[in-house]
């Protein structure tokens, strides 16, 4: 046995961390791109897919389409829709839209961006033998199927420039999504050759690939503003070039070092050091991430349904009250994120409009250790407690210490036994979850949102029989609120409904609220304008480099 | 040369000189049979005992075991209880290491954890050292048909990547993880290093003169491979195990840390000192201390194994 | 000789079939659908899981995905990765890289691990002696992530002697830190095997025949201790080299050096089978060659050693 063979395996550990859920990213520079000109350079990480935006569900590659493409609309750092393409987007019934696209617009290889680039983007993303990870997005548009190949009837196109999009029910936040990637356009030359067209992507966004080749593998993306781009997003430096790390570890290196200009992921180890470091030029705001765990809130159809037996009716609903109670969130907050994360105070985020921490019941998420105690022992006298109350985690996210010092402060509070139960990869974790063989009564969970609404939060998560709905949840009422929510057109009126949900979430609990992740980044001292939106990722358009 | 002489002397006082000498020379006689039968290890102990790396590192050791095996007499201390509100907390009363991350106590995980770590290391070094010699010699020493078998199937245990085979085992295990178990993920992937430094070293010492003498004498060739040529060429794995024995305990913390080590109820070092990585920079202190205690079992165990090749190297011996 | 390497040579085939079906079989056995990994949180639609599925071969039984996949590599072709490169183009990319960074490495390994395992075992109980069995301890005892973090962050950062990360400037210049940090993570074992070797050779009669001979000690001390002790140290160098290429992950991950380790490590961790059998395959390659040169050097280290026919 060898010393190195044993102990080089330890590779992954620290760094895997946040690779699942924020897709891991790193940012640096190399030297030669980032001396004198205004190029800036930003971490990124390899896109795990082809750069085909209804393809694309992580960071790595979200982060690139979103400077290479425009959509309909693009979001302002706070989240709010600005039409990009799109000249207007008009509706009587929520369900039926018109959308009219601004003339003149073109993709870098010349061809005009009109009515079909959207209506064939839309389509090929949709169809189930294009096998695209994001086609639930065209889930809520009439034609779309799961089960076979269909076309969706719902597009039509009215000339050129214009199209309708007809819902299957009326849905009033449905432009508030046409930000996101998947509903990019794409160009005629695309669907000759996708495979060809993954790798070399030709897109109108305010930035292009410098070249053919632009794409080094593993190493960087070099991205040049693109002349023709004339939307909202225009670019203040003089191209992008996105370095591709394996960890935030050596990111944050270059970022001190002055190799890289644009940092938008800090690595756990310098939680406690990146402010003293980077000084001003530290950032940490909250951002759009919802962390929780869940205890699945029916029986039926797990694979051993007596890991739960405790969580179900009136027990199930004081035990997840006293569990929530005996977590004391602002010291772990504190203390293992040393302030990067902030405690939730609802189901969603404070970074999206409509967001409040004064909803109705908001009180089972503070620390009260007499209160949680007198709930367990409340359950306890239903059914008495026994065994250990366990939450599964993916080991290869950085979850551990959290997780654990959530099960210390269960354990020290209610004096029961709690641990974590750690799963090697994020795809066995996510096995147990989707195939039910969890053996454990909680899970972690959490949530990026795709788009800045209330519903993004709420609707895929604890609606019944939601996509995401990985704990079974369902409660007749929350499913009328959102639903109310959903078709109603005043956005203040819409949030209320969406709030009275969560008031009816906070008494049932389908999921812990645990915090909010921050977006943690920082930049080099050449560049100024600095701004990170509601999704976590800087707006490189407006980086200034001196 | 013997002390055997003393013996003679205290029976009978009032002695004359042939008396004396005619039994001395029967006792040296009948010595000098037991001494070829006993071989090498009796004179390897007699060597030993006379050096104090020996002694030192010895009662290190047995320290160090009485620890593993009754921890509780070393602390009172619940190494479980963690409040979250002493996180890296320092030195106190009754706390004499401070806290960890989690704001447990770090000598209190030290000392449970020492069972733990020793016992891994012990067998995972068991396991490769056997395997090792086994394969290793016997391929090195009967070359050929042998050789290539042998070596070949190193060769496919040696390329599997270490966290593919950790993971894979430790999740069809997964109802039995214990510290067998975890050796095993450990250990099974990791002899082939061993056995080729074995084979290199036999193939070298099968071509010695002693070992040409030996046959020529007419000696069966596994008997000499028992005999001579094992002894000569063992050097060196001692020297691999002992330090292999730090790559097990830490390869251990390794497996935690991909969620496929042991479960969070049994402590080791190794867990402690991957834990407190996180704060490397801000409170180095709760990494420290588990490797000290790492060192010094590491340590303990290279003297052991430094002065346990001295004695059994006769030219070593021949020199004192 | 020339027998005897065409004869190493062949047995590289059956090796290969044992090693990939090995490893084909444990990334199969893992726990864990991979494509539900693809999705993060959101749980796909059973019909899209199942069209994924058949587009990755995943509903194919164990054996005939294992024979699917041999075949095409008898056609040279390793098969696509989730993100539909070719992993032929991977393997071309990353391995040189990681060999180059290797190479530094184990230079870097052999220079110090023989002067030290040499000067100690010349002189042991010496000043030298102590001060490797020293930094062979606190070595072994500092786990890889912690020695990086310290190097990167003190030298590179600090003090700016070097470059903190790799990314695509692949020279050596720039190779040479992370080079550094895994030569001092595998050096320990090689340093203590020298030192003994050195020690056994010295007492050994044909030194001292040397010596009588009137032969000087810088004669005696290269020709005939070092080289007769540098068997097993030699072995240990080429374990070493082999580990290097595939278990330089964490290095290679906080030094962003575009090579094998990290790419690996990610494609088990998300189980993309052609990619994590077809580096292994390759680093296996690499692996039988490294022991038949080191094989070889035995002869030439100890003329006793023949092969025989």
Redesign the interface.
């Known amino acids: 046995m060898r010393n190195g063979r044993i102990g080089l395996g330890l590779a992954a550990l620290a760094t895997a961390g946040a690779l699942v859920l924020t897709g891991c990213t790193a940012g640096g520079g190399e030297q030669g791109s980032s001396g004198g000109s205004g190029v800036i350079t930003a971490n990124g990480s390899e896109p795990q897919n082809p750069l085909i935006p209804t393809n694309t569900n992580e960071v790595g590659g979200g982060k690139i389409l979103d400077a290479i493409f425009a959509g309909l609309v693009y979001y302002e750092a706070d989240g709010s829709p600005v039409n990009d393409m799109a000249e207007s987007i008009e509706t009587e019934d929520n369900q039926t839209f018109t959308i009219t696209i601004a003339e003149g617009h073109e993709f870098t290889n010349g061809e005009p961006v009109d009515a079909d680039s959207f209506i064939n983007a839309w389509q090929y993303g949709a169809l189930l033998s294009n096998g695209q990870l994001n086609s639930y997005f065209f889930e809520d548009i009439q034609g779309f199927s799961y089960e076979t190949d269909s076309p969706l009837t719902g597009l039509a196109k009215v000339d050129d420039y214009t199209f309708t999009v007809t819902l299957n029910a009326p849905r009033s936040d449905f432009p508030l999504r046409l930000g996101y990637s998947a509903f990019y356009p794409l160009p005629d030359v695309a669907f000759e050759d996708m495979t060809a067209f993954g790798e070399n992507p030709i897109g109108n966004g305010p930035y292009m690939l410098s070249g053919e080749g632009a794409w080094q593998h593993d190493v960087k993306i070099d991205l040049a503003t693109n002349p023709d781009y004339t939307g909202g997003r225009e670019p203040q430096n003089d191209g992008l070039s996105i370095v591709f790390y394996a960890t935030q570890d050596a990111a944050y290196a270059d970022l001190l070092a002055g190799n890289l200009d644009v940092l938008d992921a800090i690595p756990d180890a310098n939680f406690g050091t990146f402010e003293s470091d980077l000084g001003d030029r530290a950032v940490n705001q909250p951002a759009a991430v919802f962390q929780s765990f869940t205890i699945p809130s029916v029986a039926e159809g797990w694979a051993d349904p007596s890991a739960f037996e405790h969580f179900l009716g009136e027990e199930g609903k004081l035990r997840r009250q006293a569990l929530s109670m005996a977590i004391d969130r602002e010291q772990i907050t504190d203390v293992i994120f040393e302030g990067t994360r902030t405690p939730a105070s609802d189901f969603t985020s404070p970074t999206i409009d409509g967001w409040t921490d004064s909803l109705e019941g908001a009180e089972v998420l503070q620390f009260d250790a007499d209160e949680a105690k007198r709930l367990w022992a409340e359950a306890d006298a239903i059914s008495p407690w026994s065994g250990t109350f366990q939450i599964t985690y993916n080991a290869d996210g950085g979850h551990q210490a959290w997780v654990d010092a959530v099960a210390n402060s269960i354990k020290n509070t209610l004096g029961i036994d709690a641990s974590g139960n750690p799963l090697p990869t994020f795809a066995e974790s996510r096995s147990a979850i989707v195939d039910k063989t969890l053996t454990t009564a909680g899970f972690r969970t959490g949530w990026q949102a795709d788009y800045p609404g209330l519903f993004n939060f709420l609707g895929p998560l604890y609606a019944t029989n939601a996509s995401s709905n990985d704990g079974g949840y369902s409660n007749p009422e929350f499913d009328a609120l959102i639903n109310e929510g959903a078709v109603t057109t005043d956005a203040d009126a819409a949030n209320e409904l969406y709030q009275q949900a969560q008031e009816i979430l906070l008494e049932d609990l389908p999921a812990i609220p645990l915090w909010y992740a921050n977006v943690t980044g920082g930049y080099g001292e050449g560049v100024d304008n600095v701004e990170f939106d509601w999704h976590s990722v800087p707006l490189y358009y407006e980086i200034t480099k001196s | 040369m013997r002390s055997d002489l003393s013996t003679g002397r205290a029976s009978d006082a009032p002695h004359y000189v042939s008396d004396f000498a005619d039994e001395a020379v029967v006792q040296i006689d009948s010595v000098k049979l037991d001494e070829r039968r006993s071989n090498l290890w009796i004179d390897a102990w007699r060597d030993l005992r006379r050096r104090p790396v020996f002694w030192v590192s010895g009662v290190l050791i047995l320290f160090i075991t009485v620890v593993a095996l009754f921890p509780g007499l070393f602390t009172s201390v619940d190494p479980r209880f963690c409040d979250i509100a002493k996180s890296n907390a320092g030195p106190e009363a009754g706390h004499v290491l401070g806290y960890t991350r989690q704001g447990c106590d770090v000598y209190a995980r030290i000392v449970t954890g020492t069972g733990t770590s020793l016992s891994v290391g012990l067998i995972v070094v068991l396991l490769t050292s056997v395997l090792g010699i086994l394969f290793g010699s016997l391929a090195g020493y009967y070359g050929g048909v042998v050789d290539a078998v042998l070596s070949r199937a190193g060769d496919i245990f040696f390329s599997i990547p270490y966290i593919l085979a950790a993971v894979v085992i430790m999740s069809v295990l997964s109802a039995h993880r214990n510290i067998f178990v975890i050796s095993l993920a450990i250990g099974l992937f990791a002899w082939p290093s061993t056995a080729r430094v074995m084979r290199a070293e036999v193939m070298r010492v099968k071509n010695a003169d002693f070992v040409m003498a030996s046959i020529a004498l007419g000696l069966s060739r596994f008997r000499i491979l028992l005999r001579h040529v094992l002894p000569n060429a063992i050097a060196p794995v001692i020297v691999i195990s002992t330090i292999s024995l730090a790559a097990a305990i830490t390869a251990e913390a390794t497996l935690s840390f991909l969620g496929v080590g042991l479960p969070n109820s049994i402590m080791s070092w190794g867990n402690d000192i991957s834990q407190a990585q996180a704060t490397l920079r801000t409170e180095p202190m709760p990494l420290i201390w588990p490797s000290l205690a790492l060192i010094v079992t590491v340590l303990s165990f290279i003297l052991m194994g430094e002065a346990l090749r001295n004695a059994l190297d006769p030219r070593a011996r021949a020199r004192r | 000789m020339l027998y005897y390497l065409v004869?190493r040579i062949l047995?590289a085939i059956?090796?290969l079939i044992?090693?990939t079906f090995?490893?084909y079989f444990?990334?199969f056995?893992?726990?864990?659908?991979?494509i539900?990994?693809?999705?993060?949180?959101?749980?796909?639609?059973?019909?899209?899981l199942e069209?994924?599925e058949e587009?990755y071969q995943f509903n194919q039984p164990f054996i005939v995905q294992y024979l699917n996949y041999l075949g095409n590599v008898l056609q040279g072709n390793f098969g696509l990765s989730?993100?539909?490169?070719s992993v032929n183009?991977?393997l071309a990319?990353?391995f040189p890289v990681t060999l180059q960074l290797a190479a530094i490495a184990i230079v870097i390994e052999i220079v110090v691990a023989l002067a030290l395992g040499l000067i100690s075992g010349l002189r042991p109980g010496g000043i030298v002696d102590y001060f490797s069995?020293g930094f062979?301890?606190?070595l072994?005892?500092?786990?890889?992530?912690?020695l990086c973090?310290i190097a990167?962050?003190f030298f590179?950062?600090q003090l700016?002697w070097f470059?903190?990360?790799v990314?695509?400037?692949t020279s050596i210049g720039n190779m040479l830190l992370p080079g550094i940090v895994l030569a001092l993570?595998?050096i320990?074992?090689p340093i203590?095997?020298a030192r003994?070797?050195v020690?056994?050779t010295s007492?050994?009669d044909f030194v001292r025949t040397a010596y009588s001979k009137g032969l000087s000690r810088r004669r005696v001390v290269p020709v005939h201790i070092l080289r007769n002790s540098l068997?097993?140290v030699?072995?240990?160098f080429?374990?070493?080299f082999?580990?290097?290429i595939?278990?330089?992950?964490?290095?290679?991950?906080?030094?962003?050096?575009?090579g094998v380790?990290?790419?690996?490590?990610q494609a088990?961790?998300?189980?993309e089978r052609p990619t994590?059998v077809s580096f292994?395959t390759v680093?296996?390659l690499i692996?039988?060659i490294v022991?038949i040169v080191i094989d070889l050097l035995?002869a030439a280290l100890?003329p006793?050693?023949r092969y025989?026919k």
Do not use: C, H, K, W
Request: glycine share 10%; no cysteine; proline share 8%.
């Open positions: 004869r047995q059956p090796v044992g090693t090995l490893i444990m990334v056995a893992m726990p864990g659908n991979p539900l990994g693809l999705f993060g949180d959101r749980a796909p639609n059973p019909a899209l069209r994924l587009q989730f993100s539909g490169q183009e991977i990319r990353t069995l062979s301890l606190l072994i005892s500092m786990p890889i992530f912690v973090f990167q962050f590179a950062v700016g470059s903190p990360t990314g695509a400037n993570f595998v320990a074992t203590r095997l003994t070797s020690m056994e007492r050994s068997i097993p030699t072995t240990q080429g374990s070493d082999g580990l290097l595939v278990g330089a992950t964490v290095t290679e991950g906080i030094f962003n050096v575009p380790g990290n790419t690996l490590y088990i961790i998300r189980g994590v292994v680093m296996v692996y039988l022991n035995y100890d006793r050693i025989a």
